[in-house]
């Protein structure tokens, strides 16, 4: 057997094994590559940097423990900004599963690196709340006909920072994360454009494409899956330099992503190399 026909029949498991290598190695020895934020990803970070101190953001958490290895990440990035840039986080979920992911960004994010911050006073947790789109409708023109107390329980007008806010005109901006159906694209048609409300966010890979017709007339910006949050992040790092030496999980993640993807690349352009030879040979035999 020629080398052409053994490149052409290489054994599957040697394939499996070469990806599960480009996978572990990156991961073991912390192989990263710095990543640049796309125009698409840099408006969202620049307009929590420009948003005067104080200003007050809406984070939506729609999203699952399924999707929270795209999300979470993203979700942690901004709200790390957000906290920097001290600004007021109201916290909520459209998904019944929401609320849990946003208590984990809250413990992980805002409790463990920003103790300072005060609940009720920065950032409020208000839960999850049933209606999907018909709730966003709702709390456009009346949050507090909903949202009669906070996910704790607290009553929402002992809160001191729920004291000015009576609808989603009141805020500065809002910054969703999204698995799917209610998300992104419901708060941008209920939400951002009857509000007037700047609206931006991030979502899963496979449902970034669905989203990108409505940038950046109705959608402000948007972070695609891993991709997305990996460039947010290198953009918190650029700016604010003390962020290198904290772990950042995206581009962690996208290292050992684009060995594999590279290796995945390489077999198919080998693949297509023995095929055309082969072809080749075979008509000067024939």
């Not at 599963?97 to 947790?125: C, M, S, W």
Request: proline share 7%; net charge negative.
């Amino acid at each position: 057997m020629s080398v052409v026909q053994k490149l052409g029949n290489v054994d599957r498991r040697i394939i499996f094994l070469l990806i599960a290598l480009a996978v572990i190695i990156p991961l073991v020895f912390n192989i990263s590559f710095m990543e640049h934020p796309t125009p698409i990803v840099q408006v969202i970070f620049d307009k929590i940097e420009s948003l005067p101190e104080g200003s007050k953001v809406l984070l939506p958490f729609d999203y699952g423990p399924s999707t929270a290895p795209e999300l979470e990440p993203m979700a942690t990035a901004v709200t790390r900004h957000c906290c920097k840039k001290n600004h007021k986080m109201y916290i909520m979920a459209l998904w019944p599963t929401g609320q849990a992911q946003a208590l984990r960004i809250i413990e992980n994010v805002i409790e463990e690196e920003f103790p300072d911050k005060v609940y009720g006073t920065d950032y409020v947790h208000l839960g999850y709340k049933a209606g999907g789109y018909g709730l966003i409708n709702t709390i456009l023109a009346d949050l507090k006909k909903m949202y009669t107390t906070d996910a704790p329980g607290t009553h929402i007008d002992d809160i001191a920072m729920m004291s000015d806010i009576q609808n989603l005109r009141d805020f500065a901006f809002i910054c969703n994360f999204s698995a799917g159906f209610p998300g992104l694209k419901e708060w941008v048609q209920f939400a951002g454009d009857p509000g007037d409300i700047p609206v931006a966010g991030g979502t899963t890979a496979v449902s970034a494409p669905l989203l990108y017709p409505y940038y950046p007339r109705q959608m402000l910006g948007m972070m695609g899956g891993l991709k997305g949050a990996a460039e947010y992040e290198a953009a918190l790092v650029h700016q604010y330099p003390e962020y290198e030496f904290v772990y950042q999980r995206a581009i962690a993640i996208m290292g050992p992503q684009a060995i594999a993807h590279l290796v995945i690349i390489i077999f198919i352009i080998i693949g297509n190399i023995t095929f055309f030879i082969e072809k080749k040979r075979q008509k000067k035999i024939g």
